[in-house]
């Protein structure tokens, strides 16, 4: 949740997850962000199905985009969607994203590694690195679309 409020987002989507609470004075969310998420800056909307959030993605016109190391996978360097939100898919540290839930995705972007020390991120670091990188890109398009 913190790096999701570090990098400007404006929501999270939580599917499933049932054991923490993300709202009031819970001991799940850090103080901190209390109040960003009650305010709605960045509200958490969740879901009980899978189904239930990819219809939601989809009725919004928002694409759903895995990082994960898939033969179709873009660079995060190079990954952009010109004129459209984009919801982020973390997968698994272990196994990845799930292939019914790669199935949903309408894109995939990759972190590119230049060692050999592991093929998979912590999930909160490939997340950072992620929301970093397309962060920059939406500060692009939005001075460029300034400079026109």
């Given at each position: 949740?913190?790096?999701?409020?570090?990098?400007?987002?404006?929501?999270?989507?939580?599917?499933?997850?049932?054991?923490?609470?993300f709202g009031g004075?819970?001991?799940?969310?850090?103080?901190?962000?209390?109040?960003?998420?009650?305010?709605?800056?960045?509200?958490?909307?969740?879901?009980?199905?899978?189904?239930?959030?990819?219809?939601?993605?989809?009725?919004?016109?928002?694409?759903?985009?895995?990082?994960?190391?898939?033969?179709?996978?873009?660079?995060?360097?190079?990954?952009?969607?010109?004129?459209?939100?984009?919801?982020?898919?973390?997968?698994?540290e272990g196994q990845?994203?799930?292939?019914?839930?790669?199935?949903?995705?309408?894109?995939?972007?990759?972190?590119?590694?230049?060692?050999?020390?592991?093929?998979s991120l912590n999930?909160?670091?490939?997340?950072?690195?992620?929301?970093?990188?397309?962060?920059?890109?939406?500060?692009?398009?939005?001075?460029?679309?300034?400079?026109?």
């Amino acid at each position: 949740l913190q790096t999701a409020a570090a990098f400007g987002c404006i929501e999270i989507f939580v599917v499933g997850q049932r054991t923490f609470d993300f709202g009031g004075e819970s001991e799940d969310v850090p103080k901190s962000l209390t109040k960003h998420i009650q305010e709605a800056p960045m509200p958490i909307t969740r879901f009980d199905k899978w189904d239930e959030c990819v219809t939601h993605l989809k009725e919004r016109n928002i694409a759903l985009c895995g990082v994960e190391i898939h033969e179709d996978a873009q660079n995060i360097d190079d990954f952009w969607l010109p004129n459209q939100s984009v919801a982020f898919l973390m997968g698994n540290e272990g196994q990845g994203i799930h292939e019914k839930h790669m199935a949903s995705c309408d894109a995939f972007c990759k972190i590119s590694q230049y060692g050999g020390g592991t093929a998979s991120l912590n999930v909160n670091v490939a997340a950072s690195v992620v929301l970093h990188r397309y962060h920059l890109k939406l500060l692009e398009a939005c001075c460029a679309t300034t400079a026109e």
